[in-house]
Every structure is written in structure tokens, then in C-alpha cells.
């Protein structure tokens, strides 16, 4: 009775629906000049919708006051549908004492046809006006709008029984927060749990000095007395970074006049919080590990080179002596660019720049980077004498930028909370190096990953939506109360010989790993192809690998033709005469101890695993495609991004001590107007020594980037050139190998990208379809070097 009657009060409420079936606007007005008519031909659903039209600027369209319906800390959904020229935004206008605010809150590119715009919204400020309306970014085009809902939704009470996330770690834990996160029932979560903040947004530059001279304080000084007043450490965010500072920051600026404007900015911002806030984001993402020197080449860097991060952090020392001042930024957990930062901050250190503290951005994902790599980052500056912090961690559900969910699988949530144990794990065993971690905001219902890379629904924080605790919160706090993990797996597309032999196309890939061993899975139209490695040194006729699909067993005993001895055990192959379904299980039976390893997941078929060849040969590095190379070549067939563009033909060569690639490019418009190298018409070159097939980047794993010009990026290689065609270009270039021996397997791939003016229109590739090559080498395909 009590959950039943819990329901009913936080049920949803619909507080304005505007369908125009009576014929007349339901309270909309217009903004400015704008024209309202209701019509049949506006209508998105039933027989009437709202047409505007008669606009002279983009602001002007239809509004409707909601001022009436709506709370001071409560969170309300907002819906329309619209169609006209784009972009079309749902904005806000709110004003207090005739002092107005303006807000976007969803945005439709191209709403050419009937397209929805949905905001979730909390009213945070106090005000005497509170409109909602439809406007375009430009232009005055007519649209039209039908079918709006504003809706209230309740949020439960805080789960007050829980333990406290900051009583669980022995370090500081802080959370990112806005004015939303310190009032009602999200501040009582706050101060719960954590005791540090970060101001997410309001110390920003454009937030204080918006213009030269003219200091905004009032939304800062709300968030830092609140944690201040709940004794709580405060964390500023952040002093000089390349984005979100005005352009007059800038404009007609020597190196002594931005020099000089940072330095009063960072007087009156820290100045204003001495004793207040202890800890200060100096400098955030300074570092490009695709430059030579590893320094992003910012309007800061470009107008004073080292000098703007010098300068701010002696004037942010002799501000407050005693404050933390971190040198942050994000992807420190990915070799190339923890080196990058490395040798950066040690250059500074050994100048005597007073960088007291070095900051891990840590925005992840369900799956990369791996919890060693985090760790690896943490052993890789405990050698600098700095303090470590993580700043802005946060578990994206996603893998890839383009993927959207509308309700997200309950798998996928149980997985992030394994994740988060995994990174807490080693938060934890390098505490001693570690004296904070703050997550990127408070709970999911307010996280910047709802925006970025694109707009979709994400949960990356410990809290739901509605403030309940979720496996995050249980990874981090109790591991034990997690659900189990449901595994994921990709099995390529393949036809091996199943006669217990470990034939060439297994070894494409590394196996599965087992506590006992390992396995892999192909599939063809004749069924699913298994290959287990099996340690056990006892032979036993009862030894079994047992495989179902969806419950189905099929059983390999030790006995069976094709498993045949190796050192140790055993391995087995079978061919499963049946499809994939929801569950693939894989249990191995030691039946002289009675022990049994499982491994359950869900495995997804993919496309075969390239296979290319690399014969011995030396050839100059010219950028001429001499006769060495020979006839055959490969092509780059898998698109990418685009449907039509740059594409290449490529062959390899090999020798005692190096890699050589030649790729020749169809591209008859060539641009290198692009800011970011990776944009410009380019051959990008992806050589993993190991062949580890692994979702991030280890060690021998390496990028390489040469623009049609023969300009470099990403790792050097150890020679290069690049020579205009009549259709195009041609590539040359050395890679360093350790060691490489005939029959050896490399992982490699290659892609083409293409440039239209200063865009990246068309990506294509050998082997990689997601576009996550440049961090991701499990969908690389595989060089086989021979004679």
C-alpha cells in the first residue's frame, strides 16, 4: 500500500498541453512581430496546429508564459513538435526586476519535417517573469508547432539509509555542481555524500569578466558559500582555458596585453576566495599530444607561448600561497598524451613554476580506458613532486560518439557500476598519491554527456535520475551488492578447419581470457565456430567444454576428434550448428576437482578480420611507388563517415628493422584549411606490434597522421614523404619494429581522410568501421609479415 501509494504521488503530472483543436492559440502569444494563426495545415497530429508566421527577427515566434505552472526547484519536462527552415530552438526567457535571462533548451538542426524538441528543466533562480518560446539561430523563415506538453515530475526523497560515498574512500570526494545541484532535494544528496564541489560553470571566465573590467560574482559566490557554509572543500574551476573566454580576451592583444589581462583576472577571480577555496583548476587542457612540443596551440599559446602558464601560476601562487593549484586535462589516461603532459609539467616544475597539483580529467566510458591504464597514469607522476587528483570523472553508457539509446538496458547500467569498482579499485590502492576525486556533476539528471558529442539520453553519475542510488553507487561503495556482470564479446566472421588445430585465422586474434584459459568464437552461415584453450594438466575422460546458446548446451568432452593435447591441457574446436541468440555460455569442467569456470554473455557477429600481406623489402622513402612494391594493393572499402569520398589502394613491406607503407590517394580537391590535422585530406596509419586486439592503446601501439603536403602528426615515424598525383597524392613512410620476424602478425589498419574547405566530409578505412581507430585497436585488421 505504501510503494502503491509512493507512485501515485510522484506520477506525472501535465500541467499545459497545447493542441490548438479549439481553434484558437491555449495562451501562446507572439514574441515580438510574429503572426499566430491556427490552422489544419499546422497540424502535426489531429486537425489544428499553430502556424507563425509575419517574423522580422530570429527571436520573434510564439510564447507562452509558464510562469503559473512552475516552482523554484522543481523539474519539469517541456515537448513540440515543429517543422520549418532550421534551426529551431525551444528557448526560455526568465527576468527578475526587469533584468532578463535567455536559455536554449533543445535545438533541432533540420526540421524540415515534423521533428520533436525535448528539454528536461529545473527552475533555479528566482523570478518574476518565466516564458517558454520557439525561435530560429537565424533568419525569419514561417514554422510551425503543435502538440506542446509541460509536465512536472516529481523526485522521491533521498535514500537517507544509505552510507555516505565521501565515508566509503580515503580521499576527498567532491562533485561538480550548478545552482540546481544546492537546492531542495539535490542539495540534501549533496551534502550527504560529498565534501568537496566544484563550480561546474561560474568561475569561468565568460561567467565573472564577461567584459574587460566588469566583474560577475553573484552566481559564484552562491555556490561557494554553500559549500562553505556546509563545511564542505571548495574547488574553483577554472582560470585560463582555451574555450569559454571571451573574444575580448584576445582582440588587438600583444603578449605583454594578455599577459597582463590574465594576470588582473587572476587577482580579482582568486583574490575574491582567499580562505574560501582551496583548490584551483590554473590552467585546464593545455596539452595536444599531436604537436611536437605537446602544447595545444590555443590563442593563449599562440600570442605567448609557454608564458600565459607560466604567468598564471606564480601570480595564482602569490595570490593564495596556500592553495592547490592544478595543471588539468583531460585523456591523461591514454599513453601518447600522459606523456605529452608529462614531460610538460616536468619542463615547469624544473623552471620553478610552482604546479602544485596535476589533474586527471577522467571522462570515460563503459569500456575504455581500462582501470590499468588509469593506473599507469597515477604511477607515471608519482614521480614528480606534485600532488594527483581526479577532477571531472564521470562513465559515459556509450562507446562511440554516434550511438543513442531511448531507455537504457539494465545490462548496460550494471556494467558501468562493475566499471566504476574497477576504477575505484585503483583510486583506492594509490590513495597516497591521490587527495581528491570529484565526479562531473551530482546525478544523471543533470550531466553535460546529455549534449555531448551529440544529444541523447546518457547516465555517467552515481545517482539516477530521480536521485536513487544505481550500480555506480554500489561499485564505489559496496562491490558485493552489484547484480552479476553480463558480459560482451565480438565474434568475427569466419570459417576455420575444426580439427583441434589453432589454424591462421585464430590467430588473428587474441583469445577471450579465462581464469584456465581462453576462447574465441567465428561465425558463418554454417554456424558458430569455437576454438578453447584449456588448462588442465589432469586428464580426465569426463573433461568437458560445454557451449549453449539461449540454454541449448552442446558438449565437447576431452575425448571428442577434435581436441587434441597441448602443454598444460587441451584445446578444443567444434562448430555449433545454430545461430547467435540473447545469451552465449561457456563453462569448462575440471572433472577430477569438480571446478567449473563460466563465462556468460552476449556475443555480437561481426565482419571478418582483414588479412593483409607484407613482404621483405626496402624501399626508399620517396613518396614514388617504385617497382618493388610490385602489382597487388589493397583497397579501403569500409566507410566511415560520409557516403562517397577520398579512398586509397596501400601495400606493405618489411625488414629487418622497420614497416614500410605506401598508399596512394584518389582525391582531386585537396584542403589543409582545417584547424585539427585530423580534418585536413590526410592517410592516417595504425600499427599495433602486438596484435592485442584491445579496446584502448597500450605501449607499442601507435598512430601516425601524414596530410597530402607531408605534414606530420600523432607518432613519427621513422621516415615519410607525400607527393601530389594527377588524381590525388601518394604516401610514403618507415615505421619503427621491435624485433618483427617472418610469419609474424601486426595489427593494422589504415584510413583515408577526407577534407571539403576546412571539414572533414569522408572517412574510409581498411578494416575499422567505428571510427575509434585513433583509441581503439580491437576492430584493426592484421599484417602478416612474410618472405
Known sequence: MIRLLLSVLLAATTLVSSDFEDGTPQG???????TLTVTAEAAHGGSSGLAVTGRTANWTGAALDVLPHMTKGEKYDLSVWVKGAGPLSLSLERRLAGTPAYQRLATAENPAAWTQLKATYTLVDDVDFLSVYVESSSGTADYVMDDFTLTHKPVPPIQTELTAVKDTVPFRMGAAIQRQQILGLEGQLLTKHFDSVTTGNQLKWDFTEPREGEFTFAAADELVDFGVANGMHVRGHTLAWHSQTPAWVFENATKEVLLARLERHIRAVMGRYVGKIDTWDVVNEVIDENQPDGLRRSPWFEITGLDYIRTAFRVAHEVDPTAKLVFNDYNTEYPNKREAMYKVVKQLLDEGVPITTVGHQLHVNIEAQPASAIEDTIERFADLPVDQQVTELDVSVYTDSTSSWESIPEEIIIEQGHRYKDIFDVLRRHAGKLSSVTVWGLADNDTWLS?????RLNAPLLFD???QAKPAYWGVVDPARLPPLVRKAQAPEGSPRIDGKRDLEWDKLPDISLPNGGFQLRWSQRGISLLATVQDATRDRNDAVTASVDGVPYVIKRTAKTVKPVEGGYRAEALLPVRFGELFELKIVDAATGAETVWLGKVTPVPAVGLATAKRGTPVVDGVREGL??????????RVEGTSGATAQWSALWDAGKLYVVAAVTDPALSEEAANPWEEDSVEIFVDQGN??????????????????????GASPVASAAKRTATGYVVEAAFALAAPAEGALIGFDLQVNDATGASRTAVATWNDPTGQSYRDT???GVLRLVS
Open 629 to 638: 612494391w610490385g602489382r597487388k594493393s589493397q583497397p579501403t572499402p569500409v
Open 778 to 780: 580491437s576492430r584493426w
Open 451 to 455: 549534449t555531448f558529442p551529440i544529444t
Open 692 to 713: 592485442d586486439k584491445a579496446k584502448s592503446y597500450d605501449g607499442d601501439d601507435a598512430q601516425y597522421r601524414i596530410s597530402f603536403t607531408g605534414a606530420l602528426s
Open 28 to 34: 501562446w502569444a507572439p514574441r515580438g512581430t510574429a
Open 465 to 467: 535520475d530521480q536521485l
